[in-house]
């Protein structure tokens, strides 16, 4: 596209809320075949709750309150009183670590906490492990934003491969797959969102958190990342844009730009 008309397509998109980086990422986007999705707090509304627990889960409250992640925030609103946290320390798209009154405590995704702790863990979605064994159940529930299944509907009209990319491995994950009809790959850490995007062998547009799947926008041909804060220096990402509905006004923006180079 000429330069003017770049320019001019950032101007429009800028109005709505969407910051493009850099120019060329308007022309790959045009280009792109696949689209995969992050679902906590992409495709749907990261206003995860706790649904029920069981056994012990006071540790891991407390233990969750010095993270941003969505289930660490439905699982800290679990909290009471008051308890001493050192060593706190996050595994992306994992769960944390911390010593929580002198305890060591684990809390995170079955896979990873059973691969570091003794015991079971039933069908729950987040495990709390303390001094080594298992000893807290919680499971989550979140809800499929409003805007989804437009999104989805409208990019699969037009051609486009969809599919989900998500770390949570829960039965809710299948869930939304069987509701937005595409594919969804489960159980991801950060590195495999990578892989699969690397592995997909298409150029591939990856949408998501700007913190959490910042290595995976950064291995795609077009990174989106989904913001509503203003401080967007600290995200990653080709493309902010303000709310998922606003991926369809990026799209058409770029096609209208593009199409002005001819
Ligand atoms: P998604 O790909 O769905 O956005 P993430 O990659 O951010 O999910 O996280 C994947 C899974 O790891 C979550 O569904 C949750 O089970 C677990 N997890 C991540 N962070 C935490 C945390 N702070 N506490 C407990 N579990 C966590
Ligand atoms: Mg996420």
Request: net charge positive.
């Given at each position: 596209?000429?330069?003017?008309?770049?320019i001019?397509?950032?101007?429009?998109l800028?109005?709505?809320?969407?910051?493009?980086?850099n120019g060329?990422?308007?022309?790959?986007?045009k280009?792109?075949q696949?689209f995969v999705?992050?679902?906590?707090?992409?495709v749907?509304?990261?206003k995860i709750?706790?649904a029920?627990?069981?056994?012990?889960v006071?540790?891991?409250?407390?233990l969750?309150?010095?993270?941003n992640?969505?289930v660490?925030?439905?699982?800290?609103?679990?909290?009471k009183?008051?308890?001493h946290?050192?060593?706190?320390?996050?595994?992306?798209?994992?769960g944390?670590?911390?010593?929580?009154?002198g305890?060591?405590v684990?809390v995170g995704?079955?896979?990873?906490?059973?691969?570091?702790?003794?015991g079971?863990g039933?069908?729950?979605?987040?495990?709390?492990?303390?001094e080594?064994?298992?000893?807290?159940y919680?499971?989550?529930?979140d809800?499929i934003?409003?805007?989804a299944?437009?999104?989805?509907?409208w990019?699969?009209s037009?051609g486009?491969?969809?599919?989900i990319?998500?770390?949570?491995?829960s039965?809710?994950?299948?869930?939304v797959?069987?509701?937005?009809?595409v594919?969804?790959?489960?159980?991801?850490?950060?590195?495999?969102?990578?892989?699969?995007v690397r592995?997909l062998g298409k150029?591939?547009?990856?949408?998501?958190d700007?913190?959490?799947?910042a290595?995976?926008?950064k291995?795609?041909?077009?990174?989106?990342a989904?913001?509503?804060g203003?401080?967007?220096a600290?995200?990653?990402?080709d493309v902010?844009?303000?709310?998922?509905?606003?991926?369809l006004?990026l799209?058409?923006?770029?096609?209208?730009?593009?199409?002005?180079i001819?």
């Amino acid at each position: 596209a000429t330069p003017m008309a770049i320019i001019v397509g950032l101007r429009k998109l800028i109005k709505k809320g969407i910051v493009v980086r850099n120019g060329e990422a308007l022309e790959r986007l045009k280009e792109v075949q696949v689209f995969v999705f992050d679902k906590t707090g992409t495709v749907t509304k990261g206003k995860i709750r706790v649904a029920r627990y069981e056994g012990d889960v006071d540790l891991a409250s407390h233990l969750e309150k010095l993270s941003n992640h969505p289930v660490a925030q439905a699982i800290a609103s679990l909290a009471k009183g008051k308890r001493h946290v050192e060593g706190f320390t996050e595994f992306k798209g994992e769960g944390v670590y911390g010593k929580v009154d002198g305890r060591k405590v684990l809390v995170g995704k079955r896979e990873f906490v059973l691969r570091n702790c003794e015991g079971e863990g039933k069908d729950a979605d987040v495990l709390v492990c303390v001094e080594g064994k298992v000893t807290g159940y919680i499971w989550l529930e979140d809800e499929i934003k409003e805007e989804a299944i437009k999104v989805v509907d409208w990019l699969k009209s037009r051609g486009y491969e969809v599919i989900i990319a998500t770390g949570d491995s829960s039965k809710f994950a299948d869930r939304v797959g069987e509701i937005l009809k595409v594919k969804v790959y489960k159980g991801l850490s950060p590195e495999d969102k990578v892989e699969l995007v690397r592995n997909l062998g298409k150029k591939v547009a990856f949408v998501g958190d700007g913190v959490n799947d910042a290595m995976a926008l950064k291995e795609a041909y077009v990174g989106i990342a989904i913001s509503t804060g203003t401080d967007i220096a600290k995200y990653a990402g080709d493309v902010i844009i303000p709310s998922l509905e606003s991926l369809l006004d990026l799209i058409a923006q770029s096609k209208r730009t593009v199409r002005k180079i001819k």
